[in-house]
């Protein structure tokens, strides 16, 4: 099976390198699959937004910031690292003035730097509340990795903070931004195939590692805050519906010197939909797979792999499903039609509310596997 790599300082695939995105740039691979929603119009304060990473681990050292020299909308401004050494390597890498350093005991002061006009919350997720909080406070936009937060209660505080402030506040979905899932997602809304009957969805990877956020509850982990939302998504997008109740959960471990008391590294799931959609779910930290399979009335549509960074291919009896870029074209894009949205004052494609209902989800699987029997949403 394809393998599929966490959003958050997780796993490192092969390392996107400089010289990668400067040849894809040169290429036009970038522009040649830019969103429509991509123009140089419509523009309000500035041509680019500048923007902040909060948390300089794999995600934010090996896609974003390389990313943020491919987008044509907002560029790497700042970073926000309680690491001396990461902060002197980065500024002297991407030519970030001191201004735009800070330390997280510094970071409430980023409220008077004009040249930050969002702060992207790249952290575990036992600390996404605080920063996306403090960064609204701060009078910035935020964007914010998914997980979007450990709990309803935390995702509905940062949704609402924002609102007090004024300001958006995106979850960092590449994959509503992406050609494939757009593809199979008009297909499902479009009725193409006909009503969807099934969903079949599965995302993990081996995680080797034995002393990460991701074996740490109190910090998020546990496979299905972290691999878990794209099944999740999955179904709910393959389903083209929100799920009415979890039929029947069960979360386990092979290794439970890793996953200790009763943390996840292998979750399954049946979910139930409107109208009798039936949706199966697994995620795992056990093995490698990469799937989603939608029974339409008229057929299946099928992506193996359907969220990984690059290679996504897909197939259903409408044609092929396949659009060729690498990575990180994926959060390029995410990024750039994020700060047009900002730019022309337009909602964000993937909105706070949209991370809440997936920790809604979340939230329900964990209560039905504890219960062993189901559980209303």
Not at 196 to 209: I, L, P, Q, S
Not at 231 to 259: C, D, V
Not at 279 to 284: E, G, L, M
Request: hydrophobic share 35%; aromatic share 8%; proline share 6%.
């Amino acid at each position: 099976m394809s393998r599929s790599f966490s959003e958050e300082e997780g796993n490192n695939p092969t390392p996107v390198s400089r010289r990668t995105v400067v040849k894809l740039a040169a290429l036009g691979t970038a522009s040649l699959l830019l969103s429509p929603r991509i123009s140089l119009a419509s523009r309000n304060k500035k041509d680019k937004l500048g923007v902040a990473l909060v948390g300089l681990g794999y995600y934010s050292t090996d896609l974003l910031a390389p990313a943020l020299q491919m987008t044509k909308n907002c560029y790497l401004a700042g970073i926000v690292t309680g690491s001396p050494d990461k902060a002197e390597k980065w500024k002297r890498q991407y030519n970030i003035p001191d201004r735009n350093i800070y330390n997280y005991s510094s970071f409430d002061s980023i409220a008077n730097n004009p040249d930050i006009d969002v702060v992207y919350v790249v952290l575990p997720p036992s600390m996404h509340k605080e920063y996306t909080i403090r960064a609204a406070n701060a009078g910035k936009e935020v964007w914010c990795e998914k997980p979007m937060a450990m709990n309803v209660k935390e995702c509905q505080e940062m949704i609402d903070a924002c609102k007090k402030n004024k300001k958006s506040l995106a979850i960092g979905y590449r994959l509503h931004h992406e050609p494939h899932t757009q593809q199979w997602q008009k297909i499902v809304n479009q009725q193409l195939l006909g009503k969807v009957k099934t969903v079949n969805c599965a995302a993990g990877y081996r995680e080797n590692r034995t002393d990460h956020w991701k074996q740490k509850k109190e910090m998020g982990g546990g496979v299905l805050y972290d691999m878990g939302v794209y099944a999740i998504q999955g179904a709910r997008l393959g389903a083209g519906k929100e799920p009415i109740a979890i039929l029947s959960a069960n979360t386990s471990t092979t290794r439970p010197e890793i996953y200790k008391n009763g943390l996840d590294e292998t979750t399954i799931a049946k979910l139930e939909f409107p109208g009798g959609v039936i949706a199966d779910i697994k995620t795992t930290f056990g093995e490698n797979t990469n799937f989603l399979t939608i029974g339409c009335e008229k057929g299946e549509v099928k992506m193996e792999p359907y969220s990984e960074y690059a290679g996504l291919k897909g197939s259903s009896p409408l044609g092929p499903i396949q659009f060729p870029y690498q990575a990180p074209w994926q959060q390029a894009r995410q990024m750039d039609d994020d700060a047009l949205s900002i730019m022309q004052k337009k909602p964000m494609m993937v909105p706070g509310e949209e991370g809440l209902k997936d920790i809604r989800v979340v939230e329900a699987i964990y209560r039905c596997a504890a219960a062993g029997n189901k559980v209303a949403l």
